[in-house]
């Protein structure tokens, strides 16, 4: 026999990959449980990771997926139970690669063709690559093929599309990896992430990209009072707020105006609501923090249609109900206004007395007042439909999460009322519609929980997907705590580090792969480090997110200082001398 032949023999042609790239070639596997894949002999371990991308070309694609797991395997499990001696080089050599080797574990997740009118389109995996596929690391364009470059765009139906840089791939340092905006407002989207992992950051970048490219305007219930002004950080003492990046786009309403002013944020509105104005759907998602009984729930409800509007402002006011159910009786005995109120109530007086017990703690809250000074949904619709965001900061309130969710349950449930009357009115004139809108909630749980979720208005967009134009941007320490339904329909899931095993299950609930992924979730850095997966992304991906940081400022349009003044000097002389030209 020849040499040649037998090289052929010992080294089967593979096709052609690049070999510097190269990591090992598909050994075993299938569509349903992912790709095996053995490793080449000058390759260690130690330089792999999860969530690395990786192609395959075979058959005239390229197969695109990430390595999932990492391990170690032997051609015999006596080398487990008896190693052989590694300690000379030359038996090392023999034995490493051959005797005992390394294997990763491949999801395949697109395939992109390589020539024909679909070359480089994503398209769904539907088949895998045969036997001794080389396998190498995936090169930045062909990850630029996959996620597009940041910027306005055409999707594969022609229609405009904008991407918007979250971060670069672990590894790759010089990529970027873009989210599709109109399609992460298209449904609801959401962060995951246990305390500390950065949350509030990122979704205050994505809330940036969503305003830099005007796909949605956003209405931001600022529980903690970060994303409107100055917030804090490790990494340096303050950051800014996204009216500071885009002042002319970008509004602040206040529930608490002094302290917004202490902070120096300037409120463009401080919104208040009447105590006419609270229904009992308002009150009734509250149920479980404020430790309302179903018969006090139904109290509630039965003074709402004896009393009208103003029944929380009355039975809260003593001398109304001494006014119209105390005195005296015919013996001259003073009646009690209470027993006398429940009886006509139809409820037992310790029910009624409970119940006032709990809502009287409305009665402490600066921004519920007797005659609003001024139309409060009427306000916040007439930003929104201008085109400009606004985050509603909760001031001193932000740490009572009662008044936190009945806010955010009372503005959102008319401000939803509004945008189905649009919807319906403009069916059939898409010009008439109103502005897309994306409601931004935290601590989500308490508003989508399993006992609740199909009974608030939360519940209802997260279901209508975007029917009427509304959807919802959910951030939360704790998917487990969110309703089942309503987890499996949002679109775009950005998941940070989380340690609790059912807050991981939870986050993977309907998704294809999801046992793969929670590996890769698993092995995530407690910072900076993000899985993204679902509408807004061809295919899921581990992040290093993005710095929010003064470039990202400036790259979102920011001016200050120096510069600041500078253009403010051209835009002086430039009007100037159009008056000069006019005149003339």
Do not use: C
């Not at 790239?21 to 053995?38: D, P, Y």
């Not at 070359?119 to 045969?130: C, E, M, N």
């Not at 399609?183 to 950065?198: P, Y």
């Not at 807050?503 to 910072?527: N, T, Y």
């Amino acid at each position: 026999m020849t040499d040649d032949f037998l090289r052929d023999i010992a080294e089967p042609i593979q096709p052609e990959a690049d070999v510097s790239r190269r990591l090992g070639q598909v050994v075993a596997g299938s569509l349903s449980k992912g790709l095996e894949v053995l490793l080449d002999r000058d390759q260690t371990l130690e330089s792999l990771a999860v969530g690395r991308y990786v192609t395959i070309h075979a058959g005239g694609r390229i197969f695109f997926g990430m390595i999932t797991d990492i391990a170690l395997d032997s051609a015999n499990i006596a080398f487990e139970k008896s190693p052989p001696d590694l300690s000379h080089p030359f038996l090392r050599d023999v034995h490493l690669g051959a005797s005992v080797f390394g294997k990763v574990h491949i999801a395949p997740m697109l395939i992109l063709d390589e020539t024909g009118p679909d070359a480089y389109i994503p398209q769904p995996v539907k088949t895998i690559p045969g036997h001794y596929a080389p396998v190498t690391i995936a090169t930045p364009e062909e990850v630029g093929y996959v996620f597009g470059e940041e910027g306005a765009g055409k999707d594969a139906e022609g229609r405009e599309v904008h991407y918007f840089t979250v971060g670069r791939p672990l590894d790759m340092e010089n990529v970027q990896i873009t989210l599709n905006l109109n399609r992460f407002v298209e449904r609801s989207s959401a962060v995951f992430g246990k305390s500390g992992t950065g949350k509030t950051f990122l979704s205050r970048l994505l809330l940036a990209g969503v305003i830099q490219n005007d796909v949605a305007v956003n209405l931001i219930f600022d529980m903690h009072n970060e994303y409107g002004w100055e917030g804090t950080a490790e990494h340096t003492s303050k950051v800014k707020g996204l009216k500071q990046i885009f002042p002319g786009r970008v509004a602040i309403f206040t529930l608490d105006d002094e302290s917004s002013r202490r902070r120096g944020s300037s409120p463009d509105f401080t919104v208040q609501i009447g105590f006419d104005h609270i229904e009992p759907e308002d009150v009734e998602m509250l149920a479980g923090i404020m430790d309302l009984s179903e018969v006090q729930v139904g109290a509630m409800y039965a003074m709402y249609r004896r009393l009208g509007r103003p029944w929380l402002r009355h039975f809260l006011d003593d001398r109304w109900l001494e006014k119209n159910y105390g005195g005296y009786d015919e013996d001259g005995k003073k009646i009690n206004a209470m027993k006398a109120f429940a009886a006509e109530m139809g409820q037992p007086q310790s029910t009624l007395a409970a119940l006032r017990r709990r809502l009287e703690r409305f009665s402490r809250f600066g921004f519920i007042v007797a005659d609003p000074a001024d139309d409060s949904i009427a306000r916040i619709l007439e930003y929104l439909q201008a085109g400009r965001n606004v985050v509603l900061e909760f001031g001193r309130y932000g740490s009572d999460l009662q008044a936190y969710l009945l806010v955010a349950n009372f503005l959102t449930r008319r401000i939803h009322d509004r945008y189905v009357q649009a919807t319906e009115k403009a069916f059939g004139d898409e010009s008439q519609k109103p502005r897309p809108l994306v409601i931004t909630i935290e601590e989500a749980h308490k508003f989508l929980d399993p006992a609740i979720a199909s009974k608030t208005i939360f519940g209802t967009i997260a279901r209508e997907l975007r029917k009427y134009n509304v959807t919802l941007f959910i951030v939360d320490q704790r998917p487990s705590g969110i309703d089942a339904e309503v987890m499996s329909q949002i679109g775009t899931r950005v998941t940070l580090a989380l340690d609790n095993e059912e807050d991981i299950r939870a986050v993977f609930m309907g998704v294809s792969g999801g046992q793969e992924l929670r590996q890769v979730l698993a092995r995530l850095d407690s910072k900076e480090q993000a899985l993204i997966l679902g509408h807004a992304v061809p295919m899921p991906v581990v992040v290093q997110v993005r710095r929010y940081d003064l470039d990202f400022y400036r790259q979102m349009g920011y001016v200050e200082g120096e510069e600041l003044r500078q253009r403010a000097d051209e835009a002086r002389q430039l009007l100037g001398g159009r008056r000069k030209k006019r005149l003339e």
